[in-house]
């Protein structure tokens, strides 16, 4: 069975990290990009990051760039999402996906593609 697996979300103080990982079962995910998506209570799903297989190229919203990092540990078929220097803005639900292609492309940040169940994220205070 297919599936992509998010954890790691939790309470959060601002200012505090997190990471975040997307587990594959059901197919090797190394041969596809993966990406990062975050939906806040009455906003629309937004791109995070993204990150390519072929060349490991990885791409990030202006709002978390210098903040987040992406990997992927093939081995583990795990991609992962550092998350430093949070901000309450960064509460949301955190979801990761993949359209089956293996790079994420000019619309990475368009929400697409197969996804995780979601893990939640609440940075307060």
């Known amino acids: 069975q297919v599936q992509l697996v998010e954890s790691g979300g939790g309470l959060v103080q601002p200012g505090g990290s997190l990471r975040l990982s997307c587990a594959a079962s059901?197919?090797?995910?190394?041969?596809?990009?993966i990406g990062w998506f975050r939906q806040a209570p009455g906003k629309e799903r937004e791109g995070v990051s993204c990150i390519s297989s072929k060349d490991g190229s990885t791409y990030y919203a202006d709002s978390v760039k210098g903040r987040f990092t992406i990997s992927r540990d093939n081995a583990k078929n795990t991609v992962y999402l550092q998350m430093n220097s949070l901000k309450p803005a960064d509460t949301a639900v955190y979801y990761c996906a993949t359209d089956w292609g293996p790079q994420c492309g000019s619309s990475w940040y368009i929400p697409k593609g197969y996804w995780g169940q979601g893990t939640q994220v609440t940075v307060s205070s």
């Open positions: 059901g197919f090797t995910l190394d041969y596809y990009a």
